[in-house]
């Protein structure tokens, strides 16, 4: 009889071990989507979006400057050129 007592002791933690990793990780995703969320509502930096159709020519050089710099002094979270 010792052997099955031990059989289900072992089983029961077992249990307790895969039902305690069952939380772990299910707890550990809802913590990581809340800090998602919260990243996403304080990320409010524009996004700059300049348009250029073909080559860059020396009169659209300065162009491409002024915008890069003024992304870079709004902080901008990205700057899209297209």
Known sequence: MKIVEMIIFKSRILKRILILGIFVVCFCTVLETAMLEGE???????????????????????????????????????????
Do not use: C, M, T
Request: net charge positive; no cysteine; hydrophobic share 40%.
């Open 40 to 82: 996403v509502e304080n990320s409010q930096a524009p996004v700059y979006i300049v348009p250029i159709k073909g080559e860059i020519e020396r009169g659209l050089v300065h162009f491409v400057r002024r915008s890069v710099r003024e992304a870079e002094k709004n902080k901008a979270k990205a700057l899209i050129i297209h």
